[in-house]
């Protein structure tokens, strides 16, 4: 009888044992009689061993979803972990007595998720505990990169069952430098003429022409009648001839212009955010804009020009930033205009660059080719008679325009920790209202002070010809 039972015991192991992973034999439990049994935990897909100081005559699990059991003999019971939970053994004595309950614990496999995570992520402070059903992370990381992927692999182990305690250390804090440089320039050139005719013929009629565009009113006019010619304030490159022989006058005006303009638009703005938040810049103003609303009332709404900047980063790992960049550098166009009822709105130029890229701490890149090259030219002439070589120019006028602008745009990401504020310094730190005495008997409008050190003395050696801003140590 021992040997048919040892033989049950035997083969029933075997089949166990081949069904499902290894035992893990560190797990076993021994239960002693009059003892009260602790708790046996055991892992998800492994098995354990209860051994019992006196045999037992039946057993039974309260719920075979989490734990399934088999007999080795009738002392030693197989425990296999199917689904995390918590769960009840009860053992029964022969005389149908109860010898113990024990409260079975399934948790994920924990053993086997910390050697992948250590391979996957070498040298990160992870720490890996099981809480209920789930897994606990704690510890500190390097970057959110590596903070996401040890979530990744935990969730294969439990879904939807995973707690992030981890937090992520390193400097968290972009500093972003942009630079805005605007070159516009434009170039207008204008050539018109006007001539006017009064005679009189054999019979006493007056004959008077012109042709032309005359830059005010009267002037040929003013020419012939021998009066001085008359030229408004924003008439520039006008000549006029006048010519009488007898009856007959001849008036020839002539305008030829030629403008140029440069501009050049530059501001530098400096901004810091916390990793993942967003930081926005403007530097110019808003322009009120009527909006017809309900009950036909009307309403302001301003619209913001000037150079605007927002910007996104994110830490990826070490030094690494993803950066979400979007500039716009805009103004006030005066040549587009919308009449609605008495009120004037100008239109707008807007240039805009939306862009995502990755760079190191202290990397560059340039946001360059934004070019603009408008041209235009106009020529008009009277029929036939601007036709006729040289004379015709007098009966022709032309107009030429070209306007070109650049713009570029540079930044530059930089990992910051906040510093002490004594080591910032002010422009007004060394700058002083004056005396009476120093404003009216020297003239000096400001009594400037001397710091000996930290950067208010730095900025102190510079005067308003040098260079001006903050000075951080």
């Known amino acids: 009888m021992k040997i048919d039972r040892f033989f049950k015991a035997a083969l029933t192991g075997l089949a166990v044992a081949m069904a499902s992973p290894t035992m893990v034999s560190a797990q076993a439990l021994t239960v002693m009689e009059g003892e009260a049994s602790s708790a046996l935990s055991v892992p998800m897909n492994r098995a354990v061993v209860v051994e019992t100081e006196m045999p037992f005559a039946e057993i039974s699990i309260a719920n075979a979803s989490i734990a399934d059991i088999s007999t080795l003999s009738d002392r030693t019971i197989y425990v296999l972990g199917k689904a995390p939970g918590r769960t009840t053994l009860t053992l029964l004595g022969p005389d149908g007595r109860l010898i113990t309950n024990v409260t079975v614990e399934v948790s994920p496999d924990v053993a086997e998720f910390k050697e992948r995570l250590e391979q996957i992520l070498p040298g990160e402070d ?164 009527p909006v017809l609303g309900q009950d036909n009332q009307v ?54 660059s939306n862009t995502v890229v990755e760079m190191r701490d202290g ?18 002439q009277v029929p036939w008679l601007g036709d006729i070589p040289v004379l015709g120019a007098l009966f022709r006028s032309a107009e030429y325009e070209r306007q070109q602008t650049e713009l570029v745009i540079i930044v530059t990401p930089h990992l910051v920790t906040p510093t002490r504020g004594e080591a910032l310094a002010l422009p007004t730190d060394r700058v002083r209202p004056p005396t009476e005495s120093e404003l009216f008997l020297n003239g000096r409008v400001a009594r400037s002070g001397t710091p000996n050190t930290g950067a208010a003395a730095e900025v102190a050696k510079q005067d308003f010809s040098g260079s001006f801003g903050y000075v951080m140590e």
Request: charged residues 20%; without cysteine.
């Open 126 to 289: 992870i720490e890996v505990r099981t809480a209920n059903d789930g897994i606990v992370l704690s510890g500190t990381v390097s970057s959110i990169q590596k903070l996401d992927r040890a979530l990744d692999l935990a969730r294969r182990y439990a879904p939807d069952r995973v707690s992030n305690l981890m937090v992520v250390g390193g400097t968290h804090q972009v500093l972003l430098k942009v630079r805005f440089a605007e070159m516009q320039r434009s170039v207008r050139k204008a050539l018109s003429s006007s001539i006017a005719i009064n005679g009189v013929t054999g019979g006493g009629v007056g004959v008077t022409g012109g042709t032309g565009t005359f830059t005010q009113n009267g002037n040929l006019g003013n020419i012939i009648n021998g009066d001085p010619l008359v030229l408004g304030n924003e008439t520039a490159g006008v000549l006029g001839l006048g010519f009488t022989a007898g009856s007959f006058e001849l008036a020839v005006l002539l305008e030829a212009l030629e403008t140029k303009g440069m501009a050049r638009t530059l501001a530098e703005p400096n901004l810091t955010a916390l990793s993942g938040q967003q930081a926005s810049f403007l530097a110019g103003g808003e322009y009120p804009v």
């Open 363 to 380: 990397e560059s890149f340039a946001i360059a080719g934004l070019l603009t090259d408008d041209f235009a030219d106009l020529a008009g």
């Open 299 to 352: 309403t302001v709404e301003f619209k913001p020009f000037g150079v605007e900047l927002i910007f996104t980063p994110r830490v990826i790992e070490d030094d690494l930033i993803n950066l979400e960049v979007n500039a716009a550098v805009s103004g006030i166009d005066n040549t587009v205009t919308f009449n609605n009822g008495g009120f004037v709105i100008n239109g707008f130029r807007r240039r805009e």
